[in-house]
């Protein structure tokens, strides 16, 4: 049976690619893609999702959310993602957002689902938290919360913070303390899916489709990543769609993830704690394999119009 998911997405190069991937993907069941600003404002990454569902020919309904996080704004990522949020590439627009907004779409289909529903966030924390805070009860009704947040050694948005974390650290906070686990693909483990050139070329040659285009264009445009060498970028956001559909290809260790959120140097910062001297809240992903990695994506690219 597919897994049930809600794809939470700030969109976003790579937000775009891990939506693609999960509209491909058998394994999963697309009930909803939730959007906050993040990466850019709601005003385009809204669209940008719309335009990925409709490129996909998928039927899924999307809807608009948080534009700010629970404390403050959000910091956007033009240098990452460009003014439009896709690297430039311009894409049909799409149809118009599914009637309520997300937090209110999370809570209605967690009371509705027959099943428990994964939480799937690959921007700021913000649309989940505030249905879980909001309604706590619902928790029940959540299988996993799964999350391209945090990292270990070092951000990469400040010297401390990944941009996720950073951007709704409060939110973050709300997750952790819901008593699931928490699935992290954090920087650490998001740094070893680099889209080299190489891997683009390869993708490019497995076929003529729209989305597989698309995708490259995209993964194109995002300038290597200085902070790994300048040899390409790395492809966050699908880590966390490839663990749901492929968990085989990585390694994981249960942990103690806290979050930072003084004001200060290190708000944002997520720490973990391997100690066991804290009870363990997550599942921290540890290693990828990015050949395979990349096979999938290539392969599940491929098969969508
Ligand atoms: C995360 O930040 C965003 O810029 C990406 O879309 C990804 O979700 C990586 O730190
Ligand atoms: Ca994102």
Redesign the pocket.
């Known amino acids: 049976m597919p897994i049930p998911i809600i794809l939470d997405c700030?969109p976003?190069?790579?937000?775009a690619l891990a939506i693609l991937l999960a509209l491909a993907s058998p394994e999963l069941n697309v009930l909803a893609i939730t959007v906050a600003g993040?990466?850019v404002g709601l005003e385009i990454t809204l669209p940008n999702a719309l335009a990925l569902v409709a490129l996909a020919g998928a039927r899924v309904p999307v809807h608009g959310g948080a534009d700010n996080p629970l404390l403050g704004e959000f910091l956007p990522?033009h240098h990452?993602?460009a003014d439009n949020g896709l690297g430039g590439v311009i894409l049909p627009p799409g149809p118009p957002p599914a009637p309520g907004i997300a937090a209110d779409a999370i809570r209605d289909i967690l009371r509705g689902a027959p099943e428990p529903v994964t939480l799937v966030g690959?921007?700021p924390a913000t649309n989940l938290a505030l249905a879980l805070a909001t309604e706590p009860s619902l928790a029940v009704h959540v299988r996993d919360i799964v999350l391209?947040s945090g990292g270990w050694v070092r951000g990469?948005?400040t010297p401390a913070a990944?941009?996720?974390a950073y951007s709704d650290p409060e939110a973050l906070a709300i997750l952790l303390g819901t008593g699931h686990r928490v699935v992290f693909a954090a920087?650490d483990l998001?740094d070893q899916a680099l889209a080299t050139p190489a891997r683009l070329a390869v993708w490019r040659s497995l076929g003529p489709g729209r989305c597989l285009r698309a995708a490259c264009d995209i993964q194109v445009a995002v300038p290597p990543s200085a902070r790994l060498g300048g040899q390409g970028a790395p492809l966050?956001?699908p880590c966390v769609i490839a663990w749901l559909v492929r968990p085989d290809l990585f390694t994981a260790f249960p942990a103690h993830v806290s979050v930072d959120l003084a004001a200060g140097p290190d708000r944002g910062r997520t720490r973990l704690d391997r100690s066991g001297r804290t009870a363990d809240n997550a599942l921290v992903l540890d290693t990828l394999d990015a050949d395979r990695f990349f096979a999938l994506l290539g392969d599940r690219f491929a098969s969508l119009p």
């Open positions: 700030d976003g190069t790579d937000d993040g990466n990522a990452i993602h690959i921007g391209m990469n948005i990944e941009f996720n920087l998001t966050h956001d």
